[in-house]
């Protein structure tokens, strides 16, 4: 989530900027099959997915954020009516690459297939839409890391599946279910005084970052390299709002909580926001990050360990409704116009670079 470049320095950027190409993994489809056409209430909204892979080679796919992650309330389908989205109220993961372990994870083998389960009716805001007519999609943004970059340096690479959506009507019932907490105690604030000393210090770390971004897209224009690295052709306006969203956050009722409310806090998984309430959890591998200072240090942009990126990151999602597309800075730079745009990480990798850019 950041980036910035000084043309002095463009030479010795070049390798960061230049993007690495997807590998494209063929065979994986995604077949999906509802409850009736017609149901009365959203709890009758239950899905099975069978993921099938009629290649030659096993594939190991990252789970999270995905019809693969049927554990997580992260957004597994993408849902319209009437070719409008429907509010999503789940939660958004930011992850660790080197952190994730064998459990982030599905291998579905050649020649095979899996099936998974899922109950929508608490991720989705179904009231504000209304009864009527709902098409479900399941989200196939499935990414794998490469065995060989398991442990130095991981990269994510995408992986093209096709599907099958399902059309459901929703007569009645709509009510808004809330998701399960698994600490009951929903602690607004964190209670370790060196947790949240340490939650406090990324938050104008964040901002400080946004601040900086914003005046350097602003300033620096479209045909700078880093930007266009990042972003490509999208207007500066766009990004800059973001930044500036983030920059001007003062939200007296948003929670940054050191408590996992929702047991979210698996592997690799950093910090994460619950859409519904755009409250901020972080989890134990956040406290191991490094201040924002220290890029001037020993720290560096791609490793993504950066407290107030990390927490630039989870705000965007809060304030500016991003997604996330795919994790790593080299992978955010192969993104699309609009997927670097939606994408958070983006704005942590730029704006990290921006900043070792100007201030070191």
Do not use: W
Not at 175 to 199: G, W, Y
């Amino acid at each position: 989530m950041r980036v910035l470049s000084l043309f002095a320095m463009s030479l010795g950027f070049a390798s960061t900027v230049l993007a690495t190409p997807y590998k494209r993994f063929d065979g994986i489809s995604v077949e999906l099959a509802g409850p009736a056409a017609s149901v009365s209430s959203v709890e009758d909204l239950k899905f099975t997915a069978t993921v099938s892979n009629s290649g030659s080679e096993d594939v190991r796919v990252l789970k999270y954020g995905t019809i693969l992650d049927d554990k997580l309330p992260t957004r597994s389908f993408k849902v319209t009516k009437d070719g409008e989205a429907v509010p999503f109220t789940g939660i958004k993961l930011q992850v660790s690459l080197p952190d994730l372990d064998d459990t982030a994870f599905v291998t579905i083998p050649a020649g095979d297939k899996i099936t998974v389960v899922h109950a929508v009716a608490p991720l989705f805001d179904f009231a504000a839409a209304g009864p009527g007519k709902f098409t479900f999609e399941p989200n196939t943004n499935f990414q794998v890391i490469g065995t060989e970059d398991r442990v130095a340096s991981p990269e994510l690479t995408k992986l093209d599946a096709t599907s099958s959506s399902v059309e459901v009507e929703v007569t009645g019932d709509l009510k808004k279910r809330e998701l399960v907490t698994v600490d009951k105690r929903a602690v607004s604030t964190c209670t370790n005084a060196s947790r949240k000393s340490f939650i406090d210090a990324s938050y104008a770390e964040a901002k400080t970052l946004a601040s900086t971004a914003s005046s350097y897209v602003t300033s620096k224009g479209a045909n700078d390299s880093l930007y266009r690295a990042y972003y490509g052709a999208t207007a500066t306006s766009r990004v800059a709002s973001v930044f500036n969203a983030v920059a001007t956050e003062g939200s007296n009722s948003r929670t940054l909580s050191c408590t996992d409310t929702y047991g979210a806090c698996t592997s690799g998984v950093i910090a994460y926001t619950l859409i519904a309430s755009t409250n901020i959890y972080f989890c134990s591998i956040f406290f191991n990050e490094v201040a924002t200072s220290n890029l001037c240090g020993s720290t560096t942009v791609a490793s993504r360990n950066v407290r107030g990126g990390t927490t630039l990151h989870e705000l965007t999602h809060a304030v500016a409704g991003t997604d996330d597309v795919t994790y790593g800075c080299s992978a955010d730079q192969a993104l699309s116009d609009a997927n670097s745009y939606a994408n958070a990480d983006n704005y942590n990798c730029f704006s990290t670079q921006v900043y070792a850019n100007t201030r070191c």
